[in-house]
């Protein structure tokens, strides 16, 4: 994007702003902040900003991932599959301890628990009404000794060293400030042979975000510049760091063309159980749905790592 038109929409947002002083008070606070905290209390019970309906709905999930769509047809479902696509290459198990970095609600956690019987999740997140609300959920379902969540951040862990089996972050480390400080501290509670895993966004290979609209985007939400490199450098932080066996694998054609179609679809008053989305197959790879995401933050690479602790 050229900075004639970087300038035009900056220049028409701020028009809109200015006729709207809440709004306008709210972007300042956002822009000025840098944290992710403030975006999050934006964007309430809902993944897609605008679409907050302040949890009146009990049975709405509180999924905040862009989901995996291969086979997933509604957002649900998408992220549950998100969700099973980090468990199993973290290849969770019942005597896993393990350690959840960023998240959200909590609805991952619930997922673990249920579904891959581990024995006990310890999670942190530093948006605080993200972990009250997620803490009463767990002790609805009558899972509180099993799910351990608190609040901290995930580049100062309170865990002893060597106390857990896997640390996972999904959807959630672009915005730590800094990634690498994360690396370290999982690398630090992991046990030898331990497995860490991120579901993460980061620029394609060989690119940067750049320009002002870019900058606005990140900043709103809460990303350090810090992140802001490609995998292939991602992987190199990751043995820098002093893990093993790691590995990136790309998933964007599964997530960026359909989580765009359903944000279109929501957009145009449907809501998260009327939305179904079936992609032709050409319009996955085609780009389509990464345009999205490459104008407003360039970050347009989704990959699910892994990485080990040396045994010894
Ligand atoms: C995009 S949401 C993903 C939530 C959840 N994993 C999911 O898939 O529904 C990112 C989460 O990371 C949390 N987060 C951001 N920075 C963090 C940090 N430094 N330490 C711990 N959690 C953080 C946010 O508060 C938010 O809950």
């Avoid at 956690?109 to 948006?127: A, H, M, P, S």
Wanted: proline share 3%.
């Amino acid at each position: 994007m050229g900075l004639g038109s970087d300038i035009q929409q900056i220049s028409s947002a701020i028009f809109y702003l200015i006729s709207r002083p809440k709004q306008l008070w709210r972007e300042i606070r956002l822009l000025s902040t840098g944290s992710c905290v403030g975006y999050y209390e934006l964007l309430g019970d809902d993944v897609l900003e605008g679409h907050n309906q302040a949890f009146s709905l009990s049975h709405k999930p509180l999924w905040l991932n862009l989901g995996y769509w291969k086979e997933a047809r509604t957002y649900p479902d998408a992220c549950s599959a998100m969700a099973r696509l980090v468990a199993d290459t973290a290849e969770l198990c019942e005597n896993d301890t393990v350690l959840d970095v960023g998240f959200g609600f909590g609805e991952q956690d619930l997922f673990w628990v249920e579904n891959y019987r581990v024995k006990r999740i310890i999670g942190f997140n530093i948006t605080s009404s993200h972990v009250e609300r997620a803490r009463q959920r767990v002790e609805r379902r009558g899972l509180s000794e099993s799910i351990d969540l608190r609040v901290g951040s995930a580049t100062e862990i309170a865990l002893e060293n060597e106390s857990v089996d896997k640390v996972v972050a999904l959807e959630s480390a672009f915005h730590f400030d800094t990634r690498v400080r994360f690396f370290r501290e999982a690398l630090r509670v992991l046990k030898p042979g331990g497995k860490l895993v991120l579901a993460d966004v980061v620029p394609a290979i060989g690119e940067k975000p750049g320009g002002l609209s870019h900058w606005i985007g990140l900043r709103r939400w809460g990303v350090p510049r810090a992140n802001l490199y490609d995998r292939e450098v991602y992987c190199e932080k990751l043995r820098k760091s002093g893990f093993v066996r790691i590995n990136a694998n790309c998933i964007s054609d599964d997530v960026f063309p359909a989580i765009a179609r359903y944000a279109e679809q929501r957009s145009r008053g449907l809501s998260m159980e009327e939305v179904r989305i079936e992609l032709a197959a050409d319009e996955i790879g085609s780009g389509k749905g990464t345009a999205l995401w490459s104008s407003r933050v360039g970050l347009m690479d989704y990959v699910i790592f892994s990485a080990e602790r040396p045994r010894t």
